[in-house]
């Protein structure tokens, strides 16, 4: 079924609260797990709104030019894509659902590395889209050993009748961030940086770009705004505060902490920057 209404688009801004910013929950059903050693998507769907609301939905089945092949994990026949779309006939209107949104899925490079390769196919590149995933955030906020989307959602008592169908998986997953933003900060103002920052590692490249920062802001002895994650509990939010950088190594940060007064250290990978300057900003 598709909703060909315009979907709404806010700024997606890391000071944004998550719960008040369209999310838009994708999944793929695919022929297998490699999208580089010939696998293909087979089904797409996407949950598209804000906490709250009834979300709209798409979802199609499309046809992969080849034998679908794991039939025994979604179901999905070779009859029940044979006339279907090719994914480069969906590629426009999968995009104008996943516009001005929060990309949210369960494994999101799984999804991604599928979503780079098919759009490599017909010779277009992955544009920039802002994603959360929700498997790096349950294990962040979660206390569970499994953290399988089968797992979360029996033990959250989340909807999702069909296992590995996308309409179903992509509704369990749009209501799942929501579940673990609530558990993370129980006041419903998780921002967008803070929530990626819980569920993500940064690339090589993100880390460097980060250190520049923090050296910058060293030398020239300019106090930042920062949230940190401050130790390994589940379900601990990031903490805001200022900070001023005495000592800087590839891992840690040696600063007076104006939050508490006092000299603290820091790791690396648990901080974001917010902004320069000695006041936090409010969310838009």
């Known amino acids: 079924m598709t909703d060909r209404s315009e979907p709404e688009t806010l700024p997606l801004t890391a000071e944004s609260w998550l719960l008040q910013l369209p999310l838009a929950a994708l999944d793929f059903e695919t022929t297998g797990l490699g999208p580089h050693r010939g696998d293909r998507v087979i089904e797409v769907a996407v949950v598209r709104g804000k906490a709250g609301e009834t979300p709209k939905t798409w979802h199609t089945l499309i046809d992969p030019e080849r034998s679908v092949a794991a039939t025994q994990i979604h179901g999905i026949t070779d009859a029940m894509v044979a006339g279907r779309p ?43 889209l802002v994603v959360l995933d929700t498997l790096g955030l349950a294990r962040r906020v979660l206390a569970l050993g499994d953290h399988r989307l089968a797992t979360l959602c ?29 558990t993370a900060d129980p006041s419903g103002h998780l921002r967008l940086g803070q929530a990626q920052l819980l569920s993500r590692r940064r690339t090589p490249e993100e880390h460097e770009g980060l250190l520049r920062r923090l050296e ?47 000299d603290r250290s820091f790791r690396v990978d648990r901080l974001r920057i917010v902004t320069e300057g000695s006041t936090p900003p409010r969310a838009g």
């Open 216 to 262: 910058a802001a060293r030398a020239q002895g300019v106090p930042l705004v920062v949230d940190y994650v401050s130790g390994d509990a589940p379900g601990q939010p990031p903490t805001r505060r200022t900070i001023t950088i005495v000592k800087l190594t590839r891992s840690r940060v040696d600063a007076f902490c104006h939050l508490r007064a006092a």
């Open 154 to 182: 029996a033990r959250l008592g989340l909807t999702r009748d069909r296992a590995h169908r996308a309409l179903d998986d992509a509704r369990a997953t749009w209501e799942l961030v929501q579940r673990l933003a609530l």
């Open 86 to 128: 090719r994914f480069a006939e969906v590629a426009d209107e999968l995009f104008r659902q996943l516009e001005g949104a929060v990309l949210v899925a369960h494994n999101a490079a799984f999804d991604l590395s599928f979503l780079e390769m098919e759009l490599a196919r017909v010779g277009r590149t992955l544009p920039p």
